[in-house]
């Protein structure tokens, strides 16, 4: 059996607000393996932890006890091994599209020649060609969170995070973002990471779905989805899983 | 005039970047600028005359005076602004911490300093003229305190709005070099 990609150890994380001495547990003992090439979502109440154990496994925020690694080494700060997507796209909007993406390349200070070829590349990845030179203010919601996923998979990172990446799309553009993701998975098969509140969603994109307990998160339970893709929203399998782990999550919200 | 309103977005935008990034640095310096800030610059005339006599020097200090602070804090609001989820990203994608200043923290706080750059330009005029309406034997202000004491309310009159349209210009130009900066703040 080779080593996982991904290594949460058991990962703790508590809160302190200095003003009111009060502190906040948000992640109890929260331990995941995530294989290469694998896509994982976690879903769970609002307010369980899923962020935070996302900014944990990019570095930007710290685990008071356990350890995450990556291909065996522990993870201690951001690094662009793994890419982050974030809802709200965070795009720089002085910079156009070509621009968001080499961003990585640029501070990594590859050749400038690279850097125009990674992002060639990437734009084309996600379907945006054409829409180099423009600017975020001027592409809808769907086309800057595609720039937002090659801009983090310019960096070729070993794994991909995403925190709730479609959250903020139309239903429309959201299916259409759903299936363009299972593409770009498919053709570069790097781990994902996917934090989502919608159930649906996770059941038609992962291999695996990770189910978090109400706060202080932690892992309640994990389903394999063993569904072929495309999978079809309606079909009895889907339908079934999808049901259990609503019923699984509604269970914390009481 | 445009020495004293260089000197003054030069230092001004510099010192706003270091006390608007390092916490450190604004804990240090605030103190001293929240002193000096209330002061108006008019109230600064005498000394710059002591320091500097008459004509040109005492005029690019009051310009630079007027100029400063809007300058500054603009810079230091533009910077401590920055969003915190571009700097989490950039810090993903691999920037140290210089990049992060450099290529998010500065570019994203361009709105602010531009703000900052065209109300000081406004400041630093009004303290110009000022400077010249007591220690100068020339320009605008001189003009109109002499018509003043020959008594032609018409000329006064005109080396006002002279004063006025003036300061107009200086503000478009630097509206127009905002504009031209800040096109991708234009929505779609």
Same mark, same amino acid.
């Given at each position: 059996?080779?080593?996982?990609?991904?290594?949460?150890?058991?990962?703790?994380?508590?809160?302190?607000?200095?003003?009111?001495?009060?502190?906040?547990?948000?992640?109890?003992?929260?331990?995941?393996?995530?294989?290469?090439?694998?896509?994982?979502?976690?879903?769970?109440?609002?307010?369980?932890?899923?962020?935070?154990?996302?900014?944990?496994?990019?570095?930007?925020?710290?685990?008071?006890?356990?350890?995450?690694?990556?291909?065996?080494?522990?993870?201690?700060?951001?690094?662009?091994?793994?890419?982050?997507?974030?809802?709200?796209?965070?795009?720089?909007?002085?910079?156009?599209?070509?621009?968001?993406?080499?961003?990585?390349?640029?501070?990594?200070?590859?050749?400038?020649?690279?850097?125009?070829?990674?992002?060639?590349?990437?734009?084309?990845?996600?379907?945006?060609?054409?829409?180099?030179?423009?600017?975020?203010?001027?592409?809808?919601?769907?086309?800057?969170?595609?720039?937002?996923?090659?801009?983090?998979?310019?960096?070729?990172?070993?794994?991909?995070?995403?925190?709730?990446?479609?959250?903020?799309?139309?239903?429309?553009?959201?299916?259409?973002?759903?299936?363009?993701?299972?593409?770009?998975?498919?053709?570069?098969?790097?781990?994902?990471?996917?934090?989502?509140?919608?159930?649906?969603?996770?059941?038609?994109?992962?291999?695996?779905?990770?189910?978090?307990?109400?706060?202080?998160?932690?892992?309640?339970?994990?389903?394999?989805?063993?569904?072929?893709?495309?999978?079809?929203?309606?079909?009895?399998?889907?339908?079934?899983?999808?049901?259990?782990?609503?019923?699984?999550?509604?269970?914390?919200?009481? | 005039?445009?020495?004293?309103?260089?000197?003054?977005?030069?230092?001004?935008?510099?010192?706003?970047?270091?006390?608007?990034?390092?916490?450190?640095?604004?804990?240090?310096?605030?103190?001293? +600028?929240?002193?000096?800030?209330?002061? *108006?610059?008019?109230?600064?005339?005498?000394? #710059?005359? /002591?320091?500097? =006599?008459? !004509?040109?020097?005492?005029?690019?200090?009051?310009?630079?005076?007027?100029?400063?602070?809007?300058?500054?804090?603009?810079?230091?609001?533009?910077?401590?602004?920055?969003?915190?989820?571009?700097?989490?990203?950039?810090?993903?994608?691999?920037?140290?911490?210089?990049? +992060?200043?450099?290529?998010?923290?500065? *570019?994203?706080?361009?709105?602010?300093?531009? #703000?900052? /750059?065209?109300? =000081?330009? !406004?400041?630093?005029?009004?303290?110009?003229?000022?400077?010249?309406?007591?220690?100068?034997?020339?320009?605008?202000?001189?003009?109109?305190?002499?018509?003043?004491?020959?008594?032609?309310?018409?000329?006064?009159?005109?080396?006002?709005?002279?004063?006025?349209?003036?300061?107009?210009?200086?503000?478009?130009?630097?509206?127009?070099?905002?504009?031209?900066?800040?096109?991708?703040?234009?929505?779609?």
């Amino acid at each position: 059996m080779s080593q996982p990609k991904l290594l949460i150890q058991n990962v703790s994380r508590t809160f302190s607000e200095r003003k009111h001495g009060k502190t906040t547990e948000a992640l109890r003992d929260i331990s995941l393996e995530v294989r290469a090439g694998e896509f994982v979502c976690l879903v769970g109440p609002s307010g369980c932890g899923k962020t935070t154990l996302l900014k944990i496994i990019a570095g930007l925020e710290t685990a008071d006890t356990g350890a995450v690694y990556l291909d065996g080494k522990q993870v201690n700060a951001p690094g662009p091994e793994r890419g982050l997507v974030f809802q709200e796209f965070a795009l720089f909007p002085w910079r156009d599209v070509a621009g968001n993406v080499a961003f990585g390349p640029e501070v990594l200070k590859r050749p400038l020649s690279e850097q125009i070829k990674l992002a060639e590349r990437f734009i084309t990845l996600v379907g945006l060609d054409g829409n180099e030179h423009k600017y975020p203010a001027e592409l809808s919601g769907g086309m800057n969170q595609r720039v937002a996923i090659a801009r983090a998979l310019a960096n070729n990172p070993e794994v991909l995070l995403m925190d709730e990446p479609f959250g903020s799309l139309d239903a429309q553009t959201r299916y259409l973002m759903q299936t363009e993701l299972l593409r770009i998975w498919n053709e570069n098969r790097k781990a994902i990471v996917f934090v989502t509140h919608s159930v649906e969603e996770a059941v038609y994109l992962a291999d695996r779905v990770v189910v978090m307990t109400a706060g202080p998160g932690s892992i309640k339970q994990v389903y394999p989805v063993d569904l072929s893709y495309p999978r079809h929203r309606a079909d009895h399998g889907f339908i079934s899983l999808r049901e259990k782990i609503t019923a699984s999550i509604a269970e914390e919200v009481k | 005039m445009l020495v004293g309103f260089c000197i003054a977005a030069v230092s001004g935008v510099f010192l706003g970047i270091i006390v608007g990034w390092w916490p450190r640095a604004r804990d240090l310096l605030e103190p001293v +600028i929240e002193i000096l800030r209330p002061i *108006p610059p008019l109230a600064w005339i005498p000394l #710059a005359m /002591l320091w500097f =006599g008459l !004509g040109f020097k005492p005029a690019v200090f009051l310009i630079w005076l007027g100029a400063f602070f809007p300058i500054l804090l603009n810079t230091v609001l533009g910077i401590e602004g920055t969003p915190k989820n571009l700097i989490e990203v950039a810090k993903t994608l691999g920037a140290n911490s210089w990049q +992060i200043l450099f290529k998010v923290g500065v *570019p994203s706080a361009t709105p602010s300093i531009m #703000a900052g /750059l065209r109300i =000081g330009i !406004g400041i630093g005029w009004m303290c110009l003229v000022a400077a010249e309406l007591t220690g100068s034997n020339s320009g605008l202000g001189y003009m109109i305190m002499y018509y003043y004491s020959t008594m032609e309310a018409a000329k006064t009159v005109a080396g006002m709005l002279m004063i006025g349209i003036v300061g107009y210009l200086a503000f478009m130009g630097l509206k127009k070099l905002e504009d031209r900066m800040l096109f991708w703040r234009v929505s779609a």
